[in-house]
Structures are given as C-alpha cells and as structure tokens.
C-alpha cells in the first residue's frame, strides 16, 4: 500500500501531511520525506507540525520513524508537533505507552498555533 | 479455517491486514481489539521478514487463522532461521528510542504466544487470543530449538 506524504513551509516550520497505510514497507517513504525537512530547515524554523489525521495503519517501524524525528528535533532544537492522531495511530501510541513523550494536539490547527 | 500464503516482501504485508480485519471482525472482537489483532500480526509477519529470512524477499509465510469458539488463533509459518527464544524479549518501554516494540505489540495483544522450533526449518508461531477475556497479558511457550 502506498503513502501520500505532503510537505508544506509554514510560519512554524514545516507542515508534513501524511496520508495511507504507515508500515515496514512504507515508513522509509516518512522518514525521507522528514529527512528532507531536517536538510531543508533554516535558523527561524521552530517546529516540525506532522499530520496524522489520515493515517489508516501505523505499525512499529511507524513508531520507530516518529521516535527518530523526535530525538533529531531535540538535538537541534525544535518542536515536533504531532496533529489530529487517527483512530489506528491513536491505539499504537496507546499501546507503545508514547503518548506522554511526544506533544501531541487534538486538531491540525491547535499544532499550527504558535506558542 | 482461512490460509493464506504471501511472499517475504513488505509490500505484500497489507494483503495480511486486509484479510485478518474481517475475519477478527466475524469473531466478534470490537474495533479497538480488531485494529490490535491486525497490528499484531502484522508485526509478527515483519519479524520473520526481518529476522527469519533476514529481508530476503523470495521465501514465503504460511497463515492460517481458525476462529474456534472460545478463540481467535493465527498461525504462521516460515522457513527461515529458527526463532532463539532466548532473544525473544518485549524490550523496556521506559527505553524511548526506535525499534523492538514489535514484540511488546504482539505479547500485549495476543493471550498466548508460541514459538515451536521442531521441524527441520523454520519457525511456527501460534497466536490465540481468547474470546470475553478480562484484558490481555500473554503466555510465552517456547518449543525446543
């Protein structure tokens, strides 16, 4: 199964939107396109705002992909800002017991709040 | 009895999602426990991808999947390296970091887990997940190796 993923500058930052079946086949695909955010970032970015509201799947490698981007933007300084979790994502967070480590906020647009 | 046989690549592991949905679904789990069971065997699948056939992408899982009346139960067969139970362990959750949830996943999902080594190659792995349990906690059963 294929991911869309969509990568949009915001005032924040970067907006990633990722839409599909997030697994060992496809979560390469999400850390790329993350990758590229963290080559691309100039000095006023602040945060790194991923959308998840139109995940269907997200498995362990999913997780694994996120986890990585959180320990990239702690080591330079930013924000990663986790948006409107779908159902699935959700229930894997639940059982990873992650859901405290990461911020994570109900709607697109409380993440694109600036705080 | 539903058996399904996919090759070792990734790209087929939706195809074993799209058929334990339904069929978890018909047992009578809701659709927390359904989401869970498929995520979970899911996972089991990327283990024997990773670790039985070390991403070599020309073998084969076998699936099975009976739905009893007292449980849910999938089996799947590989024929690759066999599993060492001794390195089987769902790591330490307090431990942030990427990788080894797989195994947290499929032991907190499912009420026994079992790996049996006995034939000649591969790996079978048994999965059962009673119907009207209070919550989960599995039984690992390690088959001689």
Redesign the interface.
Known sequence: ?KVDIVTEKIALGYLVKVKG?V???SSTDVREALGQVFRQRSSSMKALVVDLSQVR?M???G???L??AL?TCMKQGLQLRLADLS??VK??FE????AA?FEIYPSLNDAMVER | MVVLTIPSHPKFLYIVRNVIYPLAVNSGFSKKEVRRIVLAVDEACSNIIKYAYAGDATKSIAITVTDETDHFSVRLTDHGRKVDAAKIAPRDLEDVRPGGLGTHFIGAVFDTVAYDTDQDQGTVLTLLKNKRTAGPGAQHHMGSR
Request: zero cysteines; hydrophobic letters at 40%.
């Open positions: 199964m079946d697994d060992m086949n799947y498995d362990s490698s997780i694994a992909t986890v990585e320990q159902p699935p229930d894997v059982l990873a017991r992650l480590v």
